[in-house]
């Protein structure tokens, strides 16, 4: 489900025609959550989600930005041996994420962790063999040096949102009040892109993805 100004319409359509559908009860709750306006993963996300848990079978992953817990579920269904840590601060979302935990993570791994999350993370420690970021985009680049620190070698790092509807790459927001997300995802972009310790690759799916390893 490409946003605009990520790719052509004709394109996004196909994808979405060819795409095989998620089934089973995650499939009919994402549905739901969707249908209702809460800010899921996008199905696509969804999917690079599930095959890089089925390639790296982490043992260990933190989410930052939980919403609903709809990712924390598929990662919980992909890896079911896996803790995951993921951080939400909207009181809204946090209420509605316990619930689904409790309905659906019988074996009580997913431990959601209340408040900001760049109040959170510098008090973390370990290290987590993968990482989704999906939160205040503004906030990116306050993230990236924690995230740095508790990915493990070889971890992968997996940031949703990138390109804010196309507007980071044409370098102008659709109004003037999104000129701070968009100057800041840049800047996030380019700290990423800069710093040796990664290989990033940025996918125009979605509202931009990017996939990086810690070397």
Not at 13 to 18: A, C, D, G, H, R
Not at 89 to 113: G, H, S, T
Not at 150 to 158: A, R
Not at 170 to 180: C, I, L, S
């Amino acid at each position: 489900m490409s946003k605009t100004g990520i790719n052509f319409e004709y394109v996004s359509e196909y994808l979405q025609y060819v795409r095989r559908k998620r089934t089973g009860w995650l499939a009919e709750k994402e549905l739901y959550w969707r249908n209702n306006g809460f800010p899921i993963a996008e199905p696509e996300v969804g999917d690079l989600l599930e095959i890089i848990c089925k390639l790296k079978k982490p043992g260990k992953i933190l989410e930052i930005g939980t919403c609903v817990g709809f990712s924390s579920l598929l990662m919980n269904q992909t890896v079911p041996d896996a803790s995951i840590i993921t951080i939400e601060r909207n009181p809204v979302m946090i209420k509605e994420a316990k619930i689904n935990f409790e309905l659906y993570d019988k074996a009580r791994n997913i431990q959601l962790l209340e408040g900001d999350a760049a109040n959170i993370l510098p008090d973390l420690n370990g290290q987590y063999d993968l990482i989704f970021l999906d939160a205040a985009k503004g906030q990116y680049p306050v993230y990236l040096p924690d995230i740095k620190r508790l990915l493990s070698s070889e971890g992968v790092f997996i940031s949703d949102n990138v390109l804010f509807n196309g507007f980071v790459a044409k370098g102008a927001p659709d109004r003037h009040r999104n000129k701070t997300i968009v100057m800041r995802l840049d800047e996030y972009l380019k700290m990423l892109e800069a710093d040796d310790d990664f290989k990033t690759v940025l996918l125009p799916i979605s509202d931009g993805v990017t996939l990086s390893i810690k070397k």
